[in-house]
T-cell receptor, first 115, second 110 residues
Framework: SAVISQKPSRDICQRGTSLTIQCQVD?????MFWYRQQPGQSLTLIAT?????????ESGFVIDKFPISRPNLTFSTLTVSNMSPEDSSIYLC????????????FGPGTRLLVL | KQEVTQIPAALSVPEGENLVLNCSFT??????LQWFRQDPGKGLTSLLL?????REQTSGRLNASLDKSSGRSTLYIAASQPGDSATYLC?????????FGKGTMLLVSP
């Protein structure tokens, strides 16, 4: 298994500001992902965080809005930029030790409310 | 594009009942199928992972089956308990990513 921590656990922000969410894993992992869970909805993949290179974004998500860093195999950050109330969601970090065919683990999430 | 559907959206049962949660997916070319549990205000806990070559997996009172050809998976919970109350999510595993359903919200009453 993998133990994942996220900071902050929750935040209330004003529109137009930015928030950076940190994800720390207790051991090295190959794959790290960022998901969004909007109220009443399921999880949507934002991007795959790649170590030492630009993240791979899913359709509908762009780097200017959600810049991601992954400096090593245990840490990643997601920034939600120029926030609007529509960005109010739970943001979850997820990891997998290998590329495929393995259990995927999730962090506790960051609950964001944008006023 | 993979789409995952879960039925029912919500389920309420008395303690002790056996129950089945359903999951269907449109693209049968999956690598695995994973079931998660999400408690209110919490992250996801992995329950069971079924590889594409497997038909079922069991863990305690939970049993998950997979029929790739028909694009279906079920999660069977035996002798339900109030502590089983949560939202259950299934996710179809592609080469590197998971596609989630919207979940089944389960309430087990004492």
């Amino acid at each position: 298994s993998a133990v994942i921590s996220q900071k902050p656990s929750r935040d209330i922000c004003q529109r137009g500001t930015s928030l950076t969410i940190q994800c720390q894993v207790d051991s090295q992992v190959t794959m790290m992902f960022w998901y969004r869970q909007q109220p009443g909805q399921s999880l949507t993949l934002i991007a795959t965080a790649n170590q030492g290179s630009e993240a791979t974004y899913e359709s509908g998500f762009v780097i200017d809005k959600f810049p991601i860093s992954r400096p090593n195999l245990t840490f990643s950050t997601l920034t939600v930029s120029n926030m609007s109330p529509e960005d109010s969601s739970i943001y979850l970090c997820s990891v997998r030790r290998e590329r495929q065919q393995e259990t995927q683990y999730f962090g506790p999430g960051t609950r964001l409310l944008v006023l | 594009k993979q789409e995952v559907t879960q039925i029912p959206a919500a389920l309420s049962v008395p303690e002790g009942e056996n129950l089945v949660l359903n999951c269907s997916f449109t693209d049968s070319a999956i690598y695995n199928l994973q079931w998660f549990r999400q408690d209110p205000g919490k992250g996801l806990t992995s329950l069971l992972l079924i590889q594409s070559s497997q038909r079922e997996q069991t863990s305690g009172r939970l049993n998950a089956s997979l029929d790739k050809s028909s694009g279906r998976s079920t999660l069977y919970i035996a002798a339900s308990q109030p502590g089983d109350s949560a939202t259950y999510l299934c996710a179809a595993g592609g080469y590197s990513t998971l596609t989630f359903g919207k979940g089944t919200m389960l309430l087990v009453s004492p």
